[in-house]
């Protein structure tokens, strides 16, 4: 059965060793468990393979370091409440990172009615598009005063892309800390296909190098502005999306963070 609405999507940026006390869990596989534990009706967990946490630092995939340390990111779909709540549990797991919080039209496919019965309690009923209207309210959940408007970059390009004899992705992130943006994150795909219609995949037969790249980045809209001319610049062949989200940063807590 098709189910159709608006939620909200919570996505937590941090590193893979981010752990809220020395003796827990990763930080990520934390905050899934919680989110389960609460009933929340989704969670997804992406690894990237380049980025920058939100202090500057580059991360990197390396296979000569000892202990690995690159960008996750987690996603969490459910309603307003749900999600608000939830909020409380990201202060408490994430010591350094930060959240981004947008507006969700969902559709939702489930096997049985019961299924379906329960699915549709988290959604509200489709409306006007209105930036942030599915997210928590700061009236109910105070930590939402603490957000603050911002964007969310997307560059959807090929892992063969290069600029000045090296990777796109690779010169991408470099700018963005040379400009003091923050929550870089390179994700690459198993799967896809660019302009050129032509499928790229990891199947071994076709041994492709130019699976599909996605470089986000997260900052305020004047920050994501200044990168802009040197994507249109360095940028010969994708696409670049850039969405309204609300951010949440953590950098308190050090003496807890792994």
């Known amino acids: 059965m098709k189910l159709e609405g608006e939620q909200a999507l919570l996505r937590v940026h941090l590193r893979n060793t981010d752990k809220r006390s020395w003796f827990s869990a990763p930080a990520a596989e934390e905050l899934v468990q919680r989110a389960r534990a609460q009933g929340l009706a989704g969670a997804t967990v992406l690894r990237g393979v ?56 969902v559709l939702l496919y489930r096997h049985s009615r019961q299924a379906a019965a329960r699915a549709s309690m988290r959604l509200e009923v489709p409306g006007p598009v209105t930036r942030f209207s ?80 996605v470089v986000e980045i997260v900052d305020s809209a004047e920050k994501i502005q200044s990168l802009l001319p040197f994507l249109d610049e360095a940028v010969a062949e994708g696409l670049i999306t850039i969405e309204a989200v609300r951010i949440l940063r953590y950098r308190h807590n050090r003496d807890k963070a792994g």
């Open 50 to 105: 380049l980025g920058l946490d939100v202090t500057g630092r580059l991360l990197e995939s390396s296979k000569w370091s000892v202990v690995e340390h690159v960008p996750i990111i987690v996603e969490f779909v459910d309603g307003s409440r749900a999600i608000g709540r939830f909020l409380s549990v990201v202060a408490e797991v994430v010591s350094e990172g930060l959240a981004t919080l947008e507006r969700g039209h």
């Open 134 to 213: 599915t997210l928590p309210s700061p009236e109910e959940f105070p930590v939402m005063k603490l957000s603050e408007e911002g964007q969310l970059l997307r560059v959807f390009i090929g892992e063969s892309d290069s600029w000045e004899s090296q990777p796109l992705f690779r010169a991408i992130v470099l700018k963005a800390r040379e400009l003091g943006l923050a929550g870089a994150t390179v994700l690459r795909g198993p799967m896809g296909f660019g302009a050129n219609s032509r499928v790229h995949t990891t199947k071994l037969l076709e041994l492709s190098t130019d699976l599909p790249v």
